[in-house]
């Protein structure tokens, strides 16, 4: 049964099949677009609640921790709600709006996912450093931004652990994005969703294959940013 | 060595309930160096970086340079800030090799003075650990690496908070006459915290005592060690003060 | 994700020679348990106690599709069972392709489905001992209350040429569940390519495909059942082509061959089919729906209710 997959896999992946070139490339499409969003917001907060003291930091804190342990599916549901044609952003009928059923709504709630993480993470890595760092940096000339730049390349290991975490929350995900997604063919299609599917067709081997195709696209992914990570984590 | 660089009158820095530093007067000129001394926990290290510009004081009055940088006046600004280079107690180095690290405060200034860099390896004894990584320094390289990273800069003024502490004798001579020699050969006016008394005295033109953050006395070198003129000096001189 | 991963776990365990699936295992513990609790208590069995009776034999894992799920059918009459002989029905619903896959890899003892094609070379490949005629319910196209193509009280075969011809979108749950097996042939019964373009596939299971055909208001092909119970929760889409005989959906029972593997409750998945084919579990059945939504979900059709019944 394993070996079967393990060579049906392969098979998909030499055939180059157009319909799993497709559900590779929306899923990377969709992570992609997500992360890069979820790190260009979840970045800077983290940066921002590590350094910075304020009214109801903890609460923010608190809120960010719970996104971090949030279920997906509920997140999935709750785009799924704005979203929906009665819904209160679905109403609106604006062209800024993600439709349902679109790779639009699947990275409004991948961000919603990941983004926790990445902040969350970024703040552990940012608070890891010393805290008068920040003043020396000021005390050699550096002007603010300087200064957090630095920062932020000092605390470049535990950065890049919070983009793979929140890769990993949701190069995995299937919940939310079957619920907002839809699991269309050629147009929502994901590997997840597609392995849900076989599954549930009773194709195992060909979901196993899927599964191994995800395996060998994370790894790919990880290995590559650990690679940019490299020279941090071998000093 | 008459221009004036700081005037400080009331100077005061609160954190929350506690008043940490309490200064009724403090006048520094150009040129000289000035040793702040006094028990661990008197406010040295806080009104070191009050000086650096680094912390907005809680009231008073400080100018540098005849301007007001206490609250109700400017904020620093970042030429002013460049004129002056402060050395944390910690060597807070960053995470690349002795080189970068050096380099980092030349760079903010869009700086590239190889040759300064040399220098100043060569001076503080680092050239063989120049493509050494930070992290793995001992305690007494690092402080060297954090002292040439603010010399490097030659700022007019230099605030240095305990620059030997827990060093071996070689180390302490070895950054003690690097002061020397950039407050003789460049006229720096050089600030610096120390827990040692004999330190103050083999360095500095004038020395200050500080407890409980207020500023007990300020005096020549000299005249602080033979004839202060609080009983509480001449007890932390000779060492017998109860902290 | 958990369904699946304990599946994969099944499997590489398997291809291993172990017997990771004992029925004590722990990891049988991640299969859906709702049909175990009873829901409605039936009056007369009032019993102070609760649990499972002091017997208990096993447990019995019945894999099903997920509109059988989806109809509430079996939270009413699976009690009934479940006290009669003293074991615990765990439900395993998903597609019927994946309950027919599940059988095949002896990772269940009996399974209830409606897909006649699919269970004939199920049988037909010897992995099952025995199938029956349970019941059946029926399939309703269902649409926007507008119905902008104009296929209302259409036959099955003038609906689906109407749709076809008219391009416009029609979701297809394309996963290979008895629903996707009967539109699939009813698709080619009338001439049309199941692939066309119009036809969405959606990988989705019904209750999700309603909710996407409401928020789409588009087409599609639904057991009566799952439209029904989502009718009640505000669905807006109408009935447009029912009652032709096209429609029916026959559910059949099979027990799981017992030679696949020793874990299998071969005795126990045997009474469940007597069970639920005997006279008064049918009748049961024929009263299902009732009450909560005004008519019928299933109709009863085992040979004994039909004899019964003198047909």
């Avoid at chain 1, 590559?224 to 020279?231: D, P, S, T």
């Avoid at chain 3, 049309?192 to 409401?214: E, R």
Wanted: charged share 20%.
């Amino acid at each position: 049964m394993f070996g079967k997959s393990l060579i049906e896999a392969l098979r998909l992946i030499l055939q180059a099949d157009t319909a799993l070139a497709n559900v590779i490339a929306v899923s990377l499409q969709v992570v992609g677009i997500s992360l890069v969003i979820a790190s260009a917001l979840g970045i800077p907060l983290g940066i921002f609640l590590g350094l910075k003291r304020f009214v109801g930091k903890r609460l923010v804190i608190a809120l960010l921790y719970t996104g971090m342990g949030f279920p997906p599916v509920v997140v999935g549901l709750f785009v799924y709600m704005l979203l929906s044609r009665s819904g209160p952003l679905g109403q609106l009928g604006s062209p800024l709006v993600p439709a349902l059923y679109s790779t639009g709504a699947m990275i409004m709630a991948q961000i919603i996912i990941s983004f926790p993480l990445v902040a969350g993470f970024t703040m552990a890595a940012v608070l890891g450093l010393d805290s008068h760092l920040r003043l020396q940096l000021h005390a050699l000339g550096a002007t603010s931004w300087q200064a957090l730049w630095t920062m932020l390349v000092e605390a470049r290991v535990g950065v890049l652990i919070a983009v793979i975490a929140g890769f990993g929350s949701i190069i995995s995900e299937v919940g939310a994005v079957m619920m907002v997604g839809g699991n269309i063919e050629g147009s929502t299609r994901t590997l997840t969703t597609a392995i849900v599917l076989e599954t549930r067709k009773g194709e195992f081997s060909m979901a196993m294959a899927l599964g191994l195709i995800l395996l060998l696209i994370s790894f790919i992914a990880n290995a590559a940013m650990l690679r940019l990570q490299g020279k941090a984590l071998d000093q | 060595m008459s221009e004036l660089l700081y005037r400080a009158t009331n100077l005061t820095k609160r954190y929350e309930e506690r008043t940490v530093v309490d200064v009724a007067s403090l006048e520094i000129e150009r040129g000289e160096i000035l040793a702040l001394v006094g028990p661990s926990g008197a406010g040295k290290s806080t009104l070191l970086r009050l000086l650096a510009l680094l912390e907005a004081p809680t009231s008073g009055s400080l100018q540098f340079q005849g301007v007001e940088v206490a609250m109700g006046g400017a904020r620093p600004s970042l030429a002013m800030r460049r004129q002056l280079t402060m050395v944390f107690q910690r060597p807070l180095l960053l995470n690349r090799n002795v080189t970068a690290n050096i380099e980092y405060g030349l760079r903010l200034r869009g700086l590239k003075a190889k040759e300064r860099v040399a220098q100043v390896l060569e001076q503080l004894g680092l050239t063989d650990l120049a493509r050494a990584n930070a992290r793995n320094l001992s305690g007494g390289e690092a402080q060297r690496v954090s002292l040439a990273r603010a010399m490097v800069l030659e700022t007019p003024i230099l605030l240095l908070d305990e620059p030997t502490a827990n060093l071996d004798p070689y180390n302490v001579s070895l950054i003690e006459n690097a002061i020397r020699s950039i407050n003789q050969q460049r006229a720096a006016t050089v600030v610096i915290v120390t827990h040692n008394v004999f330190q103050a005295r083999r360095l500095a033109h004038r020395t200050a005592l500080l407890l409980d953050g207020h500023l007990v006395e300020t005096l020549p070198t000299e005249a602080f060690f033979n004839a202060p003129d609080d009983a509480r000096t001449a007890a932390f001189v000779r060492g017998d003060m109860v902290y | 994700m958990r369904k699946l991963s304990v599946l994969i776990v099944c499997v590489l365990l398997l291809s291993l020679g172990l017997s990771a699936c004992s029925p004590a295992a722990p990891a049988e513990t991640a299969v859906p348990e709702s049909a175990a609790e009873p829901t409605k208590a039936p009056a007369a069995d009032a019993e102070p106690t609760k649990d499972l009776p002091q017997h208990t034999a096993g447990r019995l894992i019945l894999a099903t599709t997920t509109s059988t799920q989806d109809s509430g059918l079996l939270d009413d009459i699976l009690p009934d069972f479940e006290k009669e002989f003293g074991v615990k029905v765990d439900v395993i619903a998903v597609g019927s392709g994946e309950a027919m896959r599940l059988g095949q890899a002896g990772d269940a003892d009996v399974l209830l489905v409606h897909s006649p094609k699919a269970e004939k070379e199920y049988m037909d490949g010897g992995h099952g001992t025995r199938r029956e005629d349970v019941m059946y319910n029926d399939f309703v196209i269902i649409g926007p209350a507008d119905d902008p193509v104009g296929i209302k009280g259409m036959s099955v075969a003038d609906a689906l040429r109407m749709l076809a011809d008219s391009g416009a979108e029609f979701l297809s749950r394309a996963d290979k569940s008895g629903t996707n097996a009967k539109e699939i042939a009813l698709w080619e019964a009338n001439g049309i390519d199941p692939n066309s373009a119009f036809i969405v596939k959606t990988g989705l299971g019904m209750g999700d495909l309603l909710t996407m055909a409401q928020e789409k208001q588009a087409y599609t092909l639904s057991d009566r059942a799952t439209y029904l119970s989502r009718v009640k929760g505000g669905l807006d889409l109408v009935v447009l082509v029912e009652g032709d005989k096209a429609l029916f959906n026959p559910y059949g029972v099979i027990t799981v061959n017992p030679e696949k593997n020793d874990m299998i409750q071969a005795d126990l998945a045997t009474k469940f089919v007597d069970w639920i084919i005997s006279v008064p579990v049918q009748e049961k059945i024929s009263q299902y729906g009732v009450e909560e939504y005004g008519g019928a979900l299933f109709t009863p059709d085992s040979a004994l209710w039909r004899e019964s019944k003198g047909q």
